[in-house]
């Protein structure tokens, strides 16, 4: 029932900065709510790597490599969480992914591709 779209993807050049948007439908606000939220990237031949999370007490962490650099936000009003991404170089081009976190499993979006030139 619960669906998570991103958008956002695409090309951007190194140095420049792109905004990724996770939908989620098919729950209601407090479920929402509840839940931890994140988003992960995986790049070909790469394990997928948690990239940005807000828990569902509040607490927000990053991976090292991205520290300073990603933020993570929610739009409670929307049901929807946001990655802004700055300062991006070539290696972190990857699929990125939206996820919410139960404590049974993992719930997955489709992806969005992005690529970063140099």
């Known amino acids: 029932q619960v669906q998570l779209v991103e958008s956002g993807g695409g090309l951007v050049q190194a140095g420049g900065s792109l905004r990724l948007s996770c939908r989620f439908s098919?729950?209601?606000?407090?479920?929402?709510?509840?839940?931890?939220k994140a988003w992960y990237r995986q790049a070909p031949g790469k394990q997928r790597e948690l990239v940005a999370q807000?828990?569902?007490?509040?607490?927000?962490n990053y991976g090292d490599s991205v520290k300073g650099r990603f933020t993570i936000s929610k739009d409670n009003a929307n049901k929807r969480i946001y990655l802004q991404m700055t300062d991006r170089t070539p290696d972190e081009s990857a699929t990125y992914y939206c996820?919410?976190?139960?404590?049974?499993?993992?719930?997955w979006g489709k992806g969005t591709l992005v690529t970063v030139s140099s």
């Open positions: 807000i828990t569902s007490s509040g607490d927000i």
């Open positions: 996820c919410r976190r139960t404590s049974g499993s993992k719930y």
């Open positions: 098919g729950i209601i606000l407090s479920t929402f709510s509840a839940s931890d």
